[in-house]
């Protein structure tokens, strides 16, 4: 049996740009991509911490080292310029590979520098 399961994400994003007139997308800093595990052209979701909305796109890149983070086309009618958001992938596999996967997992400061990286997430305590 198949499953899914987080493969990465960047949590609290900043959005730098909102492009309405550009190709449909998510451009995002090329280092980022990279140490999130993303792919160009890998489809995401995007979750908006500060208005609620979820929608679906897909990795386009920016310049590395730029902290770019631009919703182009519709998806820049969900977002306005400073927004946080977590933008995530998935993955699908059998059980047994599920067993050792381990996600890329990249939170980020206010500048959408990498503040830390890790595979894990606490177990929330109530």
Not at 55 to 82: C, D, H, P, W
Not at 83 to 89: E, G, W
Request: negative net charge; hydrophobic residues 40%.
């Amino acid at each position: 049996m198949q499953i899914t399961l987080l493969k990465g994400k960047l949590h609290m994003a900043r959005v730098t740009q909102a492009e309405l007139w550009y190709d449909g997308s998510c451009a995002i800093d090329a280092e980022l991509v990279k140490k999130a595990g993303l792919r160009e052209f890998e489809q995401i979701e995007i979750y908006n911490v500060d208005n609620g909305e979820r929608f679906s796109t897909y990795v386009i890149l920016a310049e590395a080292g730029s902290g770019t983070i631009s919703m182009n086309g519709a998806a820049a009618r969900k977002v306005q310029v400073g927004d946080r958001v977590i933008i995530a992938a998935y993955a699908q596999m059998e059980e047994e590979e599920a067993e050792n996967f381990k996600p890329r997992l990249v939170y980020l400061g206010a500048d959408n520098n990498i503040e830390r990286s890790t595979n894990t997430i606490p177990v929330q305590v109530v």
